[in-house]
């Protein structure tokens, strides 16, 4: 079973626009990690954030962590058809760093 | 290429007939994981390895599947008498043993059984 849900499970914005993703998890964890993965391809590594952190911050893309809530959310500024794929949260709770994954947000970017 | 890579990309199998899927990890990575995933959904942790340990196994492996990492390099995944419910895309990823390290995954191998 997987750990996370992702809200929503689809979102169509227009190029531009902020694209924002929720994740939620149900155990304490050590580090949240979000990937993207586009159509029918591997997963590629966007940003990790540890139990201890609370923001983030790569390029366009900002995560928050709210171990209270056991939530966090993946923020995509102006986004570009080019985001267009599948994003999925990720959560790490064991020594083994096993990823326990969400069901994903697909987002469409239209031009 | 000094990603993860895996053979084959697809494999169109008879139910009943076995399968053997590879995985090159990034050369200096000693963990190695494989998950599988179906249409639609994330990926689901199967096992993985530590340099050629074997150190932990989800209970979605059956009996039917067993994986090898024999001199802690490349890895195998093989599926004994498939089942319509063994299609999916089985992922490897490979990573540092460190703290919090990030797993860089492979392009998959998208298994259809007949």
């Known amino acids: 079973s997987q750990q996370g849900e992702e809200d929503p499970q689809a979102l169509s914005i227009q190029e531009g626009e902020n694209a924002t993703m929720n994740c939620s998890y149900k155990t304490s964890i050590n580090n949240l990690q979000w990937y993207r993965q586009n159509s029918g391809r591997g997963l590629v590594h966007l940003i990790l954030i540890r139990s201890n952190e609370r923001e983030k911050h790569s390029g366009r893309l900002r995560v928050t962590l709210d171990t209270s809530k056991k939530s966090s959310s993946l923020l995509i500024t102006a986004s570009r058809a080019a985001d267009t794929a599948s994003y999925f949260c990720?959560?790490?709770?064991?020594?083994?760093?096993?990823?326990?994954f969400g069901g994903g947000t697909r987002l469409m970017v239209k031009p | 290429d000094t990603g993860v890579s895996q053979n084959p990309r697809h494999k169109i199998t008879k139910r009943g007939q076995n399968v053997t899927f590879r995985c090159d990890p990034i050369s200096e990575h000693n963990r190695l994981y494989w998950y599988r995933q179906t249409l639609g959904q994330g990926p689901e942790f199967l096992t993985y390895f530590q340099n050629e340990a074997q150190l932990e196994k989800s209970r979605l492996l059956s009996d039917r599947f067993s994986a090898e990492r024999p001199k802690g390099s490349f890895s195998t995944l093989e599926i004994q008498r498939t089942e319509q419910g063994d299609s999916a895309m089985y992922l490897c990823?490979?990573?540092?043993?460190?703290?919090?390290?990030?797993?860089?995954f492979g392009p998959g191998t998208r298994l259809l059984v007949l």
């Open positions: 990823a490979s990573s540092l043993a460190i703290r919090g390290e990030t797993q860089y």
């Open positions: 990720a959560t790490v709770y064991n020594a083994g760093n096993m990823l326990t």
